[in-house]
Structures are given as C-alpha cells and as structure tokens.
C-alpha cells in the first residue's frame, strides 16, 4: 500500500492512500479481517456457535508491522509524464499498484524515460524498494484452547490465511507470501 499527500493523485489510482496511517490501517484490517474469517470458517466446521466464535475472536490481537510506500508524485504509465523537477520521484502506477519509482538525480526538469531505450541521463525508473514489498504480523491469543494449538495447527491457519489473500480482491499485491509460526 502506497500513500500520497499530493493533491494531484488521479483518480486511476483509487488504492492510493492519503496519510501513511491511513495505508496502515487499510493493511492493519485486511490482514485482521482475513485472519478472522479463517478462524471462524475453522469454528464454524467444528459446530460452534456465533457468540462462542466471536468470544473467540475477541480474545485474539494481530499486530501487523508495514511500512508504506510514500509517492510525492503519482504517475500512470499509460500517460505521457509531466516532468518531474530535480530530485523529485514519482511512484509509477500499472493497473492500480505502484509497479516502479522514477526519480529525476538530474539537475533540470526531465520526464520518466517508460521507453525500452531511454536517455542516458533521463531520470531512472527503479523497483518498489524491498521494505515498502514486505508486512509482517504477529497474532496472540488468551482462548485458553487456542493457546494450546500446535505449531502445525497455526501455520494451517496461516496458510489459509496467505491464500485467501492471495484469491481475494487484492490478489495482485499478495503473488507471494511466507510464514512462519513461532511460540513465544
């Protein structure tokens, strides 16, 4: 999840938060939601209750640690590119996820070189950095059966977890995922 201030971030780009928080909290929720849902399909196929479940749920916390992408600039490579001034930088956007940064190192205005042969001191288009690419989580629980869970029983959830991610609404930004499940 990426997030811009900029006022001009075009409409194309819907997935583009507003604040670094506000790219947290979309994350923070997807990821909890997604946890639920597994654990209460795995409550509901041993036949417990709706109060049981969501007594359940309420006894779990899952911490999600992601650092979002921040983009002073939005640009989509369907477009021509505005230039960007030096030292500016641009996320570039591919059907709705930033796919790229271009940052003008130059001294004078330049646009993104998208071409297969750019200039040779046309600003340069570089990959996502690794940290804005990668969230990880934790999650806890005081249910005194759940606790009791063993290791395999919490990477099926997590699994689970990782490919309704994967199937979802959002399955372009979750192409590859690990877990691991840890006790502390």
């Not at 399909?41 to 309420?58: E, K, Y």
């Not at 996820?97 to 001294?107: D, F």
């Not at 040779?120 to 990880?136: G, N, R």
């Amino acid at each position: 999840m990426a997030y811009s201030t900029a006022p001009d971030v075009p409409p194309e780009a819907p997935g583009i938060a507003t604040s670094a928080e506000g790219a947290r909290r979309f994350v923070d929720r997807l990821i909890m939601q997604t946890v639920f849902d597994v654990l209460a399909s795995q409550a509901r196929s041993a036949l417990l209750s709706d109060a049981v479940i969501s007594a359940i749920l309420n006894q779990l916390t899952v911490t999600v640690t992601y650092t979002p992408l921040m983009c002073s600039k939005v640009r989509l490579v369907v477009e021509n590119p505005n230039p960007l001034n030096a030292g500016e930088s641009a996320c570039i956007i591919v059907d709705g996820t930033v796919t790229a940064i271009c940052t003008n190192t130059n001294a004078g205005r330049m646009a993104c070189a998208l071409g297969p042969a750019p200039l040779p001191d046309a600003p340069k288009i570089t990959p996502v950095p690794d940290p804005h690419l990668t969230i990880s989580g934790s999650l806890s629980t005081t249910n005194i059966i759940m606790t009791s869970w063993s290791r395999v029983m919490w990477q099926s959830v997590v699994n689970r977890a990782i490919r309704m991610l994967a199937s979802g609404p959002f399955r372009r930004h979750f192409f590859s995922a690990i877990a691991t499940v840890g006790r502390n």
